[in-house]
C-alpha cells in the first residue's frame, strides 16, 4: 500500500441544525458537519407525523392544490 495517499481519517463533530443535538464521530471530513435531520428529530424514528418543509415545497403545494379546487368549484 502507498503511503501518504489516503485521507487522515479524524475526530468529527455533527450538528443537526433542527434540534442542536451534537455527536463524535470519526471521518475524513475535518471540522464540524452539519445535518438537517438526525435520529433524534427525524419523524421516522420519532413516531411524530409532522411534514418536514424543505425551502417551502409543502406551502406551494397545498397553495395549488386549493387553487386547483377553487377552479373546479367555479366550473360547476
Not at 1 to 19: D, F
Not at 42 to 60: L, M, N, S, W
Amino acid at each position: 500500500m502507498k503511503k501518504s495517499i489516503h485521507p487522515r481519517y479524524e475526530e468529527t463533530t455533527i450538528t443537526c441544525i433542527t434540534c442542536n443535538t451534537q455527536w463524535q464521530t470519526r471521518s475524513t471530513r475535518q471540522g464540524i458537519l452539519k445535518v438537517e435531520l438526525c435520529a433524534h428529530c427525524h419523524p421516522f424514528y420519532t413516531g411524530e407525523q409532522r411534514i418536514v418543509d424543505t425551502a417551502g415545497q409543502v406551502d406551494r403545494f397545498m397553495k395549488r392544490l386549493s387553487q386547483q379546487r377553487q377552479d373546479t368549484k367555479a366550473k360547476k
